[in-house]
C-alpha cells in the first residue's frame, strides 16, 4: 500500500512540474485539479503510515514515518519551488525539486519489512558511526605527539610551544583504556548486529518490543563514544574522561544485559556477552585508577 501511495505521489509531482514548466500557461482550471491530485496523493501517503500498527514496533515505524515525512517535504519543497519561479520557465530549483520527490518515493522500496529488519538497519548504522570515530581516534594517536598536526599548520600559529595540543605520556596511558571501551563499543555492536540477523524474530509482541529495546539502547552508544572522543583531545581533563567513559560503560551494559535476557541470545551466545561485559568492567576500572586523582 505505500509503495503505491508513493508511486502515485512521484507520478503527479511528474505532472505538476511539467504543469509548470513553459507556455501555454496552465488554466485555473487545471490547477485546481491538479492542486487536488497532489493533495490526495499526499493524503495517501500519511494514511498509509497511520495504518501501520505501533504494535509492529516503533522502530520499524519511525523509519517508515522519516520515509514519508521525506517526501511530504519534497512535494512542499516543488510547490514553493514553482510558485517562486517564473511561469514561463522550467527554473533549476524546480527540476531539482522534482527530483528530490522522485528519490524520496523510491526510497519505499528499501524500507525495512518487519521490525527485526529495521533493527538490523539501526543497528547497522549506529556500527558505522562508531567505526568512524574509532579510526579517527587511532588515526590521531598514531600521528605523533601532536593530534592537530593535520588542521593546525606551523605557518598558521608560528611557534608550536603550547603543550595545551599535545598528549603526555600520563594522557596516553589513559587513552589506551580509552580506546578499549571505544573498542568494545565496537564488538558489542558488531556481536549484537550478528545475533538480531540470526535469530531476531517480529513474530509475538514480546519479541517485537525487545528489539526495540536493544534498538533503543545501542542508538545510545554512538553519541556516547562521540562524547567520550571529543573530551580525549588535548588539553586533557581527566575528570571529564572520566565521566564520559563512565557514561559509554553504563550504556555498554546495558545493551549487553538486554541482549543476554532477549530472544536473540540463545545460551550458545552468552559466552561473548559476559567476555564484552568484562572488557568494559576491566577498562573502566584501569580509567578509574588513572584518574584516582581527580576525585
Not at 600520563?170 to 565496537?186: E, F, N, T, V
Amino acid at each position: 500500500s505505500l509503495g503505491q501511495a508513493f508511486n502515485i505521489t512521484s507520478q503527479e509531482a511528474t505532472k505538476l512540474s511539467l504543469a509548470f514548466s513553459g507556455t501555454p500557461l496552465t488554466s485555473a482550471e487545471d490547477c485546481r485539479k491538479l492542486s487536488e491530485d497532489v493533495q490526495n496523493a499526499i493524503l495517501a501517503v500519511a494514511s498509509v503510515y497511520y495504518w501501520l500498527p505501533k504494535g509492529q514496533g516503533t522502530t520499524l515505524r519511525k523509519m517508515v514515518r522519516d520515509a514519508t515525512t521525506e517526501v511530504v517535504e519534497g512535494m512542499i519543497q516543488l510547490t514553493e519551488a514553482i510558485l517562486s519561479a517564473p511561469l514561463e520557465s522550467l527554473s533549476q530549483e524546480q527540476l531539482i525539486s522534482t527530483g528530490g520527490v522522485w528519490e524520496a518515493c523510491e526510497q519505499v522500496s528499501n524500507l525495512p519489512r518487519d521490525n527485526q529488519a529495521a533493527v538490523v538497519s539501526a543497528l547497522a548504522a549506529c556500527l558505522g558511526v562508531v567505526k568512524d570515530a574509532l579510526e579517527e581516534m587511532e588515526h590521531a594517536l598514531v600521528e605523533g605527539q601532536d593530534p592537530y598536526s593535520d588542521i593546525m599548520e606551523d605557518e598558521d600559529l608560528g611557534f608550536r610551544g603550547n603543550r595545551d595540543t599535545y598528549w603526555s605520556e600520563a594522557d596516553r596511558k589513559l587513552l589506551s583504556s580509552c580506546m578499549g571501551l571505544m573498542k568494545a563499543s565496537k564488538a558489542c555492536l558488531k556481536k549484537v548486529l550478528g545475533v538480531v540477523k540470526a535469530y531476531g524474530k517480529a513474530d509475538s509482541p514480546e519479541q517485537i518490543a525487545q528489539l526495540d529495546d536493544l534498538a533503543d539502547i545501542a542508538n545510545e552508544i554512538s553519541p556516547s563514544v562521540d562524547e567520550l572522543a571529543l573530551s580525549m583531545y588535548p588539553p586533557v581533563n581527566e575528570l571529564a574522561v572520566r565521566l564520559n567513559a563512565a557514561k559509554l560503560a553504563s550504556v555498554l551494559k546495558k545493551v549487553l544485559e538486554i541482549t543476554k535476557t532477549s530472544h536473540v541470545c540463545p545460551p550458545s551466545e552468552e559466552g561473548w556477552v559476559l567476555f564484552l561485559t568484562s572488557a568494559v568492567d576491566h577498562n573502566m576500572n584501569k580509567i578509574k585508577n588513572f584518574t584516582q586523582g581527580q576525585l
